[in-house]
Every structure is written in structure tokens, then in C-alpha cells.
């Protein structure tokens, strides 16, 4: 059997990281971006990546760049688009995909939170058009989601997981098409009630984060919600969520603080203020010790 040819589409953060996934685990990759200042300083920006991520360097031999779509994907097995998070944008690279890639090639989009079906809605072949939602750091984050939207077949999906697991990835099927997925719906429930208590004036923006940190953030790596809830039982947490679930926040739009903050230019490691104040310093110490954190759990994981 002929080996699975890979192609990246946009060569930002993630699909660099995607793109070194796929080349770590043995495939040859092909990036797509359509800035020249960006592609020709991709190959460096990979070979960092990799370094950074404990990788091989040479890995690199196998990645290959282009600024053409339509050559890179005509005999493409499996494409990820990775281009910024813009409906319009990912429209039109998915018709120029439709059009240009054999029939059989998979088309996935790692949009964030963008609906699948929006994304594919109108265009022809939608069967093979699905969501894997990468994490960044790709390298690194072993879950991707495979969202299937009503369009999308079973075959897809199946074709989609084995391939993401072949390389070392924990892929999750999601079987409804909602934004956000379900890691983000997750994700951003905890920081809608994180951002309200401390615009509440419950505790300030570093309190919070620890309280997360010393508590059941240590638990989560092992310890899964539901599972969490298994074991402590159904009566208690039915009992707990009787006197939490009114109080918590429900509102159905950004938080006005958030809103406020961004206003004014608060817009955290981008601008050194955001819930809290952050020198260079610690902002590269921060980065660091999710680094090591990360490696250290994928070492655990890989032995
Ligand atoms: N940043 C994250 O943590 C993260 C995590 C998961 C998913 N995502 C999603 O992944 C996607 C990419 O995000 P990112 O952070 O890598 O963005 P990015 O801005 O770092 O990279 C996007 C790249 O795509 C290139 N590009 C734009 N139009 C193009 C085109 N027509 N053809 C080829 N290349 C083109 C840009 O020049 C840029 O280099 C978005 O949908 C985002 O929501 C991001």
C-alpha cells in the first residue's frame, strides 16, 4: 500500500506543531503557507520546534514546504487545514480542497471552535470533511478531537481515528457538531466561572489559580470528572450540585470584566497586564515550566 502523504495548510503555530507530529512518527509532510516572509522561515522554526520538544532535529528532512495548494494536495492522502480562525477563510480553502485533492483524500479542519458543518456546508464529497482538533502544543498534547458533522461518513471517522492513533495520538470521536467541542466547552465553563468570581471580588486573579493548582487540578491528570463523581459518589454530588448549580454563573456572554480588559489593552503575556501583571521574566519562566511539565508527562506516558 502506497504510504499516506500528509499536507499541512498554514504554517502558524499549529500547523508546525501538527506538521511535526506527523513527520515524528515516520510520514513525509508537506506545509502549505501563502506568506512568503512566513515560509522561509519555517524550516528553522521547525528544527527550534523540534529541539524544544526533545525531538529529533533531522526530522526535518522530512518536511517540505509550498505556496501552492492546489500541486501540494493533488496527490494527498490526508490534509489538516490550520488557518487562522475565520469561517470565510477556511470556506474558501475547503473548496480550492474539494476541488484540487483526490477523492479519497481526507480533508480535516483544526478549527477551535467552529462548527464543522459551517465549514463544509454547500461543498460536494462532504463525507470526507471532518474536525481533528489539535492541542498546542501538537507536539506534545496527545488529545485530538475528531468531530463528525451530520455530513461527515463513519468511514471518515474511523479512517481519521486510526491514523491520529497510528502516530501516538489519544483521539476522541465527538459525535455532535457544537462549538467548541467538548475539551473547550470544558476549558471555558471552568474560566467563565473563574473570570466571574474574580470579577465578584471572591478572591483575587493568583488566589484562584492556586486554589485550581493545590486542589483538583492535581487529581485531574489521573482523575476524569466523571470518575471524580463515581467516586465520591452520585448521592453527593447530586446532593452538592442541589446547593452549587444556582449559584453558579449563567450568563450567556462574555464577562464584562473580560470586555473591560481587553478595551484597555489588558491582553495578558501579549502586553505584560492582563488578570495579572507579568515581567519578561516571568513570562519565559512560565513557558518553561509548562515545557518541562509537558515533557515530563509524555515521557511518563511513552516510557
Ligand atoms: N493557537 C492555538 O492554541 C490553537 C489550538 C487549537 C486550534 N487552533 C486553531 O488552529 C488554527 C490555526 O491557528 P494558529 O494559532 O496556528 O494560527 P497562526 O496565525 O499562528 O497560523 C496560521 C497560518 O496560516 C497562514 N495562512 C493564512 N491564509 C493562508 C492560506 N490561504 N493558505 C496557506 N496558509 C495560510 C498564515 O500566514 C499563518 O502562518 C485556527 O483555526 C485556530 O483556531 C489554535
Known amino acids: 500500500m502506497a504510504p499516506p502523504r500528509i499536507v499541512v495548510i498554514g504554517g502558524g503555530l499549529m500547523g508546525i506543531g501538527i506538521a511535526q507530529a506527523f513527520a515524528v512518527a515516520g510520514h513525509r509532510v508537506c506545509i502549505v503557507e501563502s506568506v512568503d516572509a512566513v515560509r522561509s522561515t519555517l524550516l528553522e522554526r521547525l528544527r527550534e520546534g523540534l529541539a524544544q520538544t526533545g525531538a529529533n532535529v533531522d526530522t526535518v528532512d522530512r518536511l517540505d514546504t509550498s505556496s501552492d495548494l492546489g500541486s501540494a494536495v ?3 492522502s490526508f490534509v489538516t487545514e490550520a488557518v487562522p480562525e475565520k469561517l470565510e477563510l477556511k470556506r474558501q480553502i475547503f473548496a480550492e480542497l474539494v476541488k ?13 471552535v467552529i462548527q464543522i458543518g459551517r465549514i463544509a456546508a454547500g461543498l460536494e464529497t462532504a463525507d ?19 468531530v463528525q458533522a451530520i455530513g461527515t461518513s463513519d468511514s471518515t471517522i474511523a479512517a481519521t481515528m486510526a491514523m491520529l492513533q497510528s502516530i ?18 470544558l ?8 473570570i466571574a468570581m474574580v470579577a465578584e471580588g471572591i478572591c483575587d486573579a493568583r488566589t484562584l489559580d492556586d486554589c485550581v ?8 491528570p489521573v482523575l476524569g470528572p466523571l470518575e471524580n463523581a463515581d467516586l465520591v459518589g452520585l448521592d453527593l454530588t447530586l446532593d452538592i450540585h442541589r446547593t452549587v448549580i444556582p449559584a453558579l454563573d449563567r450568563h450567556d456572554r462574555p464577562n464584562a470584566l473580560l470586555e473591560e480588559y481587553v478595551a484597555a489593552g489588558r491582553l495578558g503575556f501579549k502586553s505584560g497586564e492582563g488578570f495579572r501583571t507579568w515581567t519578561p521574566d516571568d513570562i519565559a519562566a512560565t513557558r518553561l515550566r ?14
Do not use: C, Y
Open 213 to 220: 493548582k493545590n486542589s483538583f487540578g492535581l487529581r485531574l
Open 128 to 146: 470526507r470533511i471532518v474536525g481533528t482538533h489539535w492541542w498546542n502544543p501538537a507536539m506534545l498534547i496527545p488529545l485530538v478531537e475528531v
Open 100 to 112: 484540487r485533492a483526490p477523492r479519497a483524500a481526507i480533508l480535516a479542519s483544526n478549527t477551535s
Open 187 to 194: 476549558q471555558h465553563a471552568l474560566w467563565r466561572e473563574a
Open 290 to 303: 509548562l515545557m518541562h511539565h509537558l515533557r515530563r508527562a509524555q515521557r511518563e506516558r511513552t516510557g
Open 74 to 76: 493533488a496527490a494527498a
Open 168 to 185: 501516538g495520538k489519544k483521539p476522541a470521536h465527538v459525535k455532535k457538531d457544537l462549538p467548541g467541542f467538548v475539551a473547550n466547552r
